[in-house]
């Protein structure tokens, strides 16, 4: 209460001076209107009443706008009891007394009017202030109830973000196990590889050892088998040898000895039977004739490469030699010659 009056000490004091003001007004008025009668004229009772800043406003609006009708009906009542004075001395008392009673009334009207107004204005202001208490308790209780569908909010963005952080841990955990069996798994296969190359190593180390025990083998045989075929080969040409020199030994006592003198007048004396002799053809024909003949006589060439006759001449004795054909064996085989030469000389 000490508070309020201190905050409003100048409206109160305001206020207190226009009600003040109004009564010594009052007091005037009803002194000049009736002097004869001053005892009749009881100054208006003055109730001060401490209100809220707005409705003491409100107050002393009213009261100015009471203080300035209540001056004008003095001023009115007095100039008509000054008229009426002169009139009659009796009718100023009585309108006097009237004019006082009615200034009374309507001063405790206008009084009540505003005790009314400053009621209902301080019940409007309670009013407003439980409105505005209520308006502050919601607003209370929605910041209470938004403090705590923050703080839930909170919380359960902490328990998010707690279970972001479990998950996370989780996940990194779940990694590293992962990481972990790849790892080991990685180092299994590495093992499992090199044990692998090792067998496959050691079974192609074997494998070589016994190609090379087979190759080595193969080779031993191999040179064993052309040692072999070298000896026989050997063998064989020196009893080749041995059998060329017997036959050369042969041959040369064969050719050195009658039988091939023989062999050769059978030869000449078969060709030139079968020789027919041609027109242009002159004593003492001496040529050189060449014969390619296979084993059992049977002539294959016949060629004259020297000769003393014409063409007609040559070509008859190669014709004698293939119609000869087989030629006689020899009385020795080794007087055989596959190719040979003779000169045929038929005139001898």
């Not at 841990?169 to 190359?197: D, I, S, T």
């Amino acid at each position: 209460m000490q508070g309020l009056l201190r905050e409003h000490s100048w409206p109160v004091v305001v206020s207190v001076l226009l009600h003040g003001l109004l009564a010594a007004v009052l007091v005037l008025v009803a002194f000049l209107s009736n002097r004869r009668e001053p005892s009749s004229l009881q100054p208006l009772p003055i109730d001060a009443v401490v209100v809220d800043s707005r409705v003491l406003h409100a107050a002393q609006q009213a009261n100015a706008e009471r203080a300035e009708q209540q001056l004008a009906q003095a001023r009115a009542a007095e100039e008509a009891k000054a008229a009426a004075q002169s009139d009659a001395d009796s009718h100023v008392a009585e309108e006097a007394q009237q004019a006082a009673e009615a200034k009374q009334a309507q001063a405790k009207q206008a009084e009540a009017a505003a005790a009314a107004d400053a009621e209902s204005k301080a019940a409007a202001a309670k009013t407003e202030d439980a409105a505005r208490a209520a308006e502050a308790s919601q607003q209370a209780a929605e910041m209470a109830a938004a403090a705590k569908a923050a703080a839930a909010a909170k919380a359960q963005k902490a328990a998010q973000m707690q279970q972001r952080h479990a998950d996370a841990a989780a996940a990194e955990e779940a990694q590293r196990a992962a990481l972990v069996a790849a790892a080991k798994k990685l180092q299994q296969e590495q093992e499992a590889a090199e044990a692998k190359q090792a067998l496959e190593a050691k079974q192609a180390a074997e494998a070589k050892q016994a190609a090379d025990a087979r190759k080595a083998a193969e080779l031993k045989q191999a040179a064993d088998t052309k040692k072999a075929a070298d000896d026989r080969a050997k063998q064989d040409r020196e009893a080749e040898l041995r059998r060329q020199l017997a036959d050369e030994e042969h041959r040369s006592a064969v050719e050195s000895g009658p039988l091939r003198d023989r062999y050769v007048a059978a030869l000449r004396n078969a060709i030139q039977r079968a020789w027919i002799k041609p027109p242009s053809a002159d004593a003492g024909i001496d040529c050189q004739v060449e014969v390619t003949q296979v084993p059992g006589g049977t002539v294959t060439a016949a060629h004259v490469t020297q000769c003393n006759g014409d063409a007609a001449v040559r070509q008859s004795i190669e014709n004698a030699v293939y119609r000869a054909s087989p030629l006689p064996d020899p009385p020795d085989p080794a007087l055989f010659e596959k190719n040979f030469v003779f000169r045929f000389r038929p005139n001898e």
